[in-house]
């Protein structure tokens, strides 16, 4: 009785252990975040929010997402051997397989992207499609190739909120201004965003030959200042929602207080170009778009 015991909560741990495994390989906390910004831009873009409808919407973008994170883990699993960061994931250490990782991977890609054409309309289908298609296909390769890698990457990570909104409407489906607006903040701001991230993790990405900081001379005042340019620029960009009427006064405070902090926070990057400073702003980033989001929408 007692080895049956044993073996029962083996298994049981074994099962855990695999689900874990699958929540790595779909990043399911940034998968998570990255829906988030669908839901807040669609219960912006309409009066009363329909939550089985947003239910469908959440869903359907989280397995989508989830879908390009795995994809891009199985083409990147022989580089994230090298990387501190990312050896310990589930293909590198090869707790599960290739051919397990792809079949995740398309039934979710296949499951989000007909849950966002049948339940939403058929261009937030092809938004999802476009989103991991430009992930995986251009972006995952692209890393190697050059820092142009990362402008290509803001096109599907600036997705969602355009989702969101469209998702919001009926028929075949069209994109509201507000939709474009969040499309552009969420564009600009993944610049600041991915820069502070591969400033802190310069040493590992260079082990896989990942080129990601804007400047040849990777560390520098080149890469400082451009992601200085891009957070100056992030902060009127913010402000559009405002200028055009879908949010007010209360919502313009916020912007300009999480704007202003987020810009010294880079202008402090851009005076000592140091690895801590990086963290700051690369943490500063996680806060900023949920911040401006929710302000758009509340405020």
């Not at 359907?60 to 050896?87: C, H, P, Y």
């Not at 507000?178 to 965003?193: E, K, V």
Request: charged share 10%; net charge positive; hydrophobic share 50%.
């Amino acid at each position: 009785m007692q080895t049956e015991n044993i073996n029962t909560i083996e298994k049981v741990e074994a099962q855990h252990s695999k689900l874990r495994d699958y929540a790595m390989l779909m990043k399911f906390r940034l998968a998570s975040l990255v829906v988030f910004s669908a839901a807040i831009a669609y219960a912006a873009a309409v009066d009363h929010v329909n939550w089985t409808h947003m239910g469908w919407l959440v869903f359907g973008g989280f397995l989508v997402t989830g879908s390009s994170n795995a994809f891009n883990q199985i083409i990147e699993r022989d580089l994230d051997k090298l990387m501190a960061r990312t050896q310990n994931r589930p293909l590198p250490q090869e707790r599960i397989t290739v051919m397990e990782a792809m079949v995740l991977a398309s039934v979710c890609g296949i499951a989000g992207i007909s849950i966002l054409w049948i339940f939403m309309n058929p261009l937030s289908g092809i938004l999802g499609l476009l989103a991991l298609l430009l992930y995986t296909v251009v972006y995952t390769p692209l890393k190697r190739v050059t820092p142009f890698a990362v402008f290509v990457g803001a096109f599907p990570g600036a997705i969602p909120p355009l989702l969101g909104c469209v998702a919001a409407t009926e028929g075949f489906g069209s994109v509201p201004l507000i939709g474009w607006i969040l499309f552009a903040g969420q564009f600009i701001w993944q610049f600041p965003h991915f820069w502070a991230i591969a400033w802190v993790l310069d040493d590992d990405y260079k082990k896989a030959g990942f080129k990601m900081l804007p400047s040849p001379g990777g560390r520098d005042k080149g890469s400082a200042f451009q992601v200085l340019v891009y957070t100056l620029f992030l902060y009127p960009i913010s402000l559009m929602p405002v200028m055009f009427h879908f949010s007010g006064f209360i919502s313009s405070i916020i912007i300009s207080f999480c704007s202003i902090y987020f810009l010294y926070q880079a202008y402090i990057l851009y005076r000592e170009c140091t690895v801590e400073a990086a963290r700051k702003l690369m943490f500063g980033s996680f806060f900023y778009l949920p911040a401006i989001q929710l302000a758009v929408l509340y405020g």
